[in-house]
């Protein structure tokens, strides 16, 4: 059965189910480029080349915990491909440093429904999104990102490993990477 909102079909979450994207974890990530064209660089014997705007995606990746210092971020693997972005991130538990009546009014924004907003993966993507765009449109004012991103909820040591794997591998595998849009599907 095919989803519709106003009319018009729509893209049906990719979120796991029942889970709460403020909660502590590891999640593996993948953002594309509008329409897959390669913005950030090239594959050139097996390692990425950035271009301008990869350098910039790259430096505003490294920010990232810095300005979100609130959720306690830490970066793991990443990788910057020709058209796409690989990454694990993992959130922490509510730094020490928050008072305990901060920490308490945190929990208890999480656990209604009306979640904040600025409070959970999904923001920590729109703002990475949103600041890199703003930056790359200087350069190249057609630049743009999907409008969603896939992500994966890291349960164990095994999906961690065969996680970051794939992104160390990536560019050497870019030939048969299915975001390659010069391979003939």
Request: net charge neutral; proline share 3%.
């Amino acid at each position: 059965m095919e989803d519709k909102f106003q009319n018009k079909y729509r893209t049906q979450s990719n979120r796991l189910k029942n889970w709460d994207y403020s909660n502590a974890g590891y999640y593996s990530i993948t953002i594309c480029t509008k329409d897959k064209i390669n913005y950030f660089g090239d594959i050139k014997s097996g390692e990425m080349q950035l271009s301008e705007i990869g350098v910039i995606l790259e430096r505003e990746w490294y920010k990232t915990p810095e300005l979100r210092a609130d959720l306690s971020v830490v970066l793991h693997e990443f990788v910057i491909m020709p058209n796409h972005f690989h990454c694990i991130i993992i959130l922490n538990e509510m730094d020490s440093n928050y008072s305990d009546t901060e920490r308490h009014q945190s929990r208890d924004v999480r656990s209604t429904s009306l979640q904040s907003a600025s409070k959970n993966l999904s923001s920590i993507i729109r703002g990475l999104k949103s600041s890199t765009t703003s930056k790359a449109r200087k350069i190249n004012p057609d630049f743009g990102w999907q409008s969603n991103y896939y992500d994966h909820v890291i349960r164990n040591e095994t999906s961690l490993y065969e996680i970051r794997k794939y992104i160390i591998e990536n560019p050497l595998k870019w030939e048969l990477d299915e975001y390659n849009n010069s391979n003939p599907k």
